[in-house]
């Protein structure tokens, strides 16, 4: 099988980092005393860098737009990524770094660092893509609430995409700080130029501040463009969207759960990467699912390659 051609490419924006993940704690040590955990894993990781990690395993044209701190870290970052790293600004300070643990039940407890993230600025990112979209590119901006420095520049940032061209998602993630009306306010002026919302459910009920799905969605919907839509990503029940006049449901695929890390960032890569070959919604959802399957029942983690993909729009 030929891999079909696409002028379009994926523009992932945001929250590149170290991942130092350790399993499995059973229980909080008590101040004072060492734990030995089974496994660890360092490995590169935030909502950005899981997002490309996938792309590049499905063979997708896709740039990270990021920026570098100016440590060890940096070079080893650096070259998972040898096309797009060239491009990323170097900021005088240490490589963000997340430490995570896992506990019994599959959950994870993170705690990160600040470092280079929260100095990403709107002029790097728009220095890194194109003036002019080409028809069909998107742009995915992740790590919402963890790149603070941009997110204050959000609205600018949107209509700055739109007025170039490009498809608008984003997945902001959960803000560290909580909801709030001030923070939702705030998320109102941009949700206007986005085209797309991929967010989980909590995350999607904690925005439109409802305890009932469905409602949710179309709260946020109504505060979109036109052709918009919300994806919402249901972990094992799968994922649904919204949109004006459509509704849809891919169920999740039984699997066994091997690592949660970054499954809603592999959903975003098959998803968008449907998107950039011309595919429609109801096959996106069908690769989302199957990239975040795929990823979280493995170890080392692994994805299903393009064929695989491209199988599943020949069997509907």
């Not at 080392?300 to 729009?313: A, E, I, K, N, T």
């Amino acid at each position: 099988m030929k891999k079909p051609e696409t002028r379009a490419t994926l523009y992932v924006v945001g929250n590149i980092n170290v991942d130092l993940i350790m399993s499995t704690l059973r229980e909080w040590p008590k101040k004072g005393t060492e734990a030995m955990l089974e496994s660890s894993s360092l490995r590169p990781g935030g909502s950005a860098g899981n997002c490309a990690l996938a792309l590049a395993a499905l063979e997708s044209p896709y740039r990270l737009v990021a920026n570098q701190g100016n440590d060890q870290f940096t070079p080893w970052l650096a070259s998972l990524f040898p096309d797009s790293a060239p491009h990323w600004p170097t900021y005088e300070c240490e490589t963000s770094l997340t430490f995570g643990v896992t506990h019994p039940d599959h959950e994870r407890t993170f705690f990160s660092n600040q470092g280079h993230i929260v100095r990403l600025s709107m002029q790097d990112v728009l220095a890194q893509i194109p003036q002019a979209a080409q028809p069909g590119d998107w742009v995915l901006l992740c790590g919402t609430w963890l790149c603070t420095a941009l997110y204050a520049e959000y609205p600018q940032l949107l209509a700055t995409l739109k007025d170039r061209g490009y498809f608008v998602a984003v997945d902001s993630g959960w803000p560290p700080q909580d909801w709030s009306n001030a923070l939702r306010e705030q998320t109102a002026t941009w949700l206007p130029f986005c085209d797309a919302l991929l967010l989980n459910e909590v995350e999607t009920l904690g925005l439109a501040e409802t305890s009932a799905l469905d409602e949710a969605a179309r709260r946020l919907l109504a505060k979109m463009p036109k052709n918009a839509f919300c994806v919402v990503k249901c972990g094992p029940d799968g994922a649904r969207l919204w949109a004006a006049n459509l509704t849809l449901h891919q169920p999740g695929q039984p699997v066994e759960v091997v690592d949660t890390i970054g499954a809603g960032d592999s959903f975003n890569a098959g998803f968008l990467s449907a998107l950039i070959y011309g595919q429609p919604l109801a096959t996106a959802l069908q690769w989302g699912v199957s990239v975040a399957g795929c990823a979280i029942s493995s170890s080392p983690r692994r994805y299903p390659d393009w064929q695989s993909l491209f199988g599943l729009v020949e069997k509907t």
